[in-house]
């Protein structure tokens, strides 16, 4: 590869990556010990997809002969006020996100890097999907509002998904 530029942007990619499924594992630490099954397994499953869509950029980058580098994971958010803040923080966090693919993706065409262009294509497809599903689980929250019944139940349905990997074909 070789935009420099690019190659730093993409190990920062992986490490946001990488952040994004520490942030989902706090989020199913929460959960874990508010009685939540249901929803610190959903969160699991995110954080294991967050690792698949790093090592997507490593391996995309060794193709390239490009040198990754790992950077320091910043500490996630630990504590939150309710079910529906953990998943309004993850709608804000999606979206930087996507925000960060899309700058990601005007740089390869800057660059002229044809071959990162098309990897991004699958992010950005992605990250429509990850923001509409967080955006229905917001929705069914407000929903329910404070009905303990509505959350167990959505507990129950949020226990149901499985790890999202291109094996079971959730990725
Ligand atoms: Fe890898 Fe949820 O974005």
Redesign the pocket.
Known sequence: MKSKALVEALNEQINY?YF?SYQYLAMAAYFESAGLSGFASWMRA?SE??LF?AMKIFDFMHDRNARVKLLAIKEPVAEFSSTLDVFEKTLAH?QA?TASINALYELSLQEKDYPTQVMLQW?IE??VE?EKTVQEIIDQLKLIGDDGTGLFQLDREMGARRGATPENGNA
Request: no cysteine; hydrophobic share 25%; net charge negative.
């Open positions: 990556e994004a995110q997809e967050e869509h999606e996100v992010f992605e990250q990850e």
